[in-house]
């Protein structure tokens, strides 16, 4: 069935299968990332797969669900796109690791003991994760500069607030993340 462009359904996917996310790996903030025209957010917004978990446990003699709000969204990015931020997140690690990101941008553990550390980037804000660091108590601290969130993160929160993912009501400000090696891991917090 063709669209409005005269292209068919088909013929978008096979198209949207090269899509990436493009532009440099910090970006520019002047063109490239993702571009896709009507027809093309269409189908793209229509393969994008939302799963609801249920599981019934017994709470006070009445049955919930105590997976009620726990979501996958899939199909959201492409295995091009994917791999576009991979190498964006490397790109910010190897920038951290030789000193060109903003002091609490980046961090990693001083001493890796193994299965328990991860390397931490932080945009927008910084979060102080230790009891006490120079005085600041754990939780987000205000006045440290760290740097803003990049043009190719801010484009996948478009999308994702642009394609439900993301309520538009909670659009994000700042970003952490964190980068693990095999078998290591933070333990389940809030």
């Not at 690791?97 to 990693?108: D, F, I, N, P, V």
């Not at 439900?164 to 891991?185: A, E, F, G, M």
């Amino acid at each position: 069935m063709p669209l409005a462009a005269g292209r068919s359904v088909d013929k978008i996917s096979e198209e949207l299968k090269s899509l990436s996310l493009r532009g440099p790996a910090g970006g520019s903030g002047r063109g490239g990332g993702i571009l896709l025209d009507e027809d093309d957010k269409a189908v793209r917004f229509a393969n994008v797969r939302k799963n609801d978990f249920k599981h019934l446990e017994r709470v006070k003699g009445r049955l919930i669900n105590i997976l009620d709000g726990l979501e996958l969204h899939t199909g959201v990015f492409s295995a091009a796109e994917q791999g576009r931020i991979v190498d964006c997140v490397n790109d910010f690690q190897e920038k951290g690791r030789k000193g060109q990101l903003r002091e609490r941008t980046y961090s990693e553990p001083r001493k890796w003991m193994r299965g328990k550390g991860r390397v931490t980037i932080q945009f927008s804000s910084c979060y102080n994760y230790a009891m006490v660091s120079n005085g600041n108590p754990l939780g987000i601290i205000r006045d440290e500069k760290v740097d803003p969130i990049p043009p190719l993160l801010k484009q996948m929160i478009k999308r994702m607030v642009a394609w439900h993912v993301l309520p538009s009501s909670c659009i994000p400000n700042s970003c952490i993340v964190n980068i693990y090696d095999n078998d290591d891991c933070i333990p389940p917090h809030i």
